[in-house]
């Protein structure tokens, strides 16, 4: 069978990490014959709008004949999830990406190669589609729908992107390639301002209330931030999504704890809760930054459904790629 493969590339991706690896990527593609079709993103979520256009217009083509190939960061991805579950299909386009985003969490959690060559090679080897999980949350205070790849955090996590992302030195600091220091610098002035916050969680016939939330993340693998493993049990095979909770705590217990994530041992701390379900139900009563996959939700009250399901993804895992 033929395949044709439409590129959805995001430039500007990895501060511009992502245009030099579809620079590596092209001539590979034209050397080995594989049609192609490539379009960029032009505008903030322009992803959505491509892949939900192709997904209309090859609705219910043959498995494995048309596949869409995201290359950029977790984020563009997250949008091309989206836009190909906007088209009701009974054989939904399959999914390859290549990663080249700042974080590349979600090619950590689905074993998809960080270099771009290899990622490519997992992508042409592969014979059928790998189905893996994805999360959905419906937040029903904004009346908000979306499918996730990472993770939904609200709290600490979420008010550093946010602080962030509105950071005044945060442009410089991109032009410079030092953008990872807008986020270390608004990690630790965050860290002095987030305050604790109630947090109601749902699980099945069960409901936990904590009165000193300060982190809660439900994550669909195991990693977050770039590769620190907030939820080791986490796996996107498994049809279950992840959660952790962290209370707040004093200063020198939140370095150690963050130490520990580090090396995914901070599960079992007193003050860190964690979940695993098909369903979970969050209810927060007080205004909380959110985020999802790195994007801003704003800041807000919650109450948000999250569940998981499996969509194929395109490429051969790396224990299968030679």
Same mark, same amino acid.
């Given at each position: ?9 995001n430039?500007?991706?990895g ?45 219910n ?14 984020? &563009? ?15 939904p ?24 060559s290899?990622?490519?090679?997992? !992508?042409? &080897?592969a &014979?059928?589609?790998e189905m893996?999980? !994805?999360g ?47 986020y ?7 860290l ?7 947090? &109601? ?13 300060f ?8 990693y ?8 080791? !049990? ?20 939140f ?26 139900h ?27 399901e ?12 030679k």
């Amino acid at each position: 069978m033929t395949r044709h493969f439409y590129v959805i590339l995001n430039r500007h991706a990895g501060r511009g990490y992502a245009n030099n690896v579809w620079q590596t990527i092209q001539p590979q593609l034209d050397q080995l014959g594989i049609e192609y079709q490539m379009n960029e993103t032009k505008y903030a979520e322009h992803a959505i709008l491509l892949a939900e256009q192709y997904a209309k217009h090859h609705a219910n083509v043959p498995m494995g004949s048309h596949i869409v190939l995201v290359v950029g960061g977790d984020g &563009t991805l997250n949008q091309a999830l989206n836009g190909l579950k906007k088209v009701d299909v009974a054989v939904p386009l399959p999914l390859a990406y290549i990663p080249a985003g700042s974080g590349n969490d979600f090619a950590r959690g689905a074993q998809v190669s960080r270099n771009a060559s290899n990622a490519l090679k997992q !992508i042409l &080897t592969a &014979t059928e589609p790998e189905m893996l999980d !994805i999360g959905h949350y419906d937040e029903t205070t904004q009346h908000e729908q979306r499918y996730f790849v990472n993770n939904v955090g609200i709290g600490f996590d979420a008010a550093i992107v946010s602080a962030a992302n509105h950071s005044t030195k945060k442009g410089l600091l991109n032009r410079l390639h030092l953008g990872n220091l807008a986020y270390i610098g608004q990690l630790i002035k965050v860290l002095g301002q987030q305050t604790a916050f109630p947090v &109601t969680v749902h699980v099945g016939n069960r409901r936990d209330i904590f009165d000193n939330g300060f982190l809660v993340t439900t994550s669909n693998h195991p990693y977050f931030g770039g590769g620190v493993p907030i939820l080791p !049990i986490a796996n996107v095979h498994d049809r279950k999504l992840s959660l952790i909770i962290a209370e707040k705590m004093i200063l020198p217990k939140f370095i150690f704890l963050f130490i520990m994530m580090a090396f995914g041992r901070h599960l079992n701390f007193k003050n860190v809760h964690h979940y695993q379900a098909e369903h979970l139900h969050l209810t927060i009563s007080s205004l909380e930054y959110g985020q999802v996959d790195g994007e801003e939700m704003g800041n807000r009250f919650f109450d948000i459904y999250l569940s998981v399901e499996q969509y194929p993804f395109w490429f051969a895992p790396i224990r299968h790629a030679k």
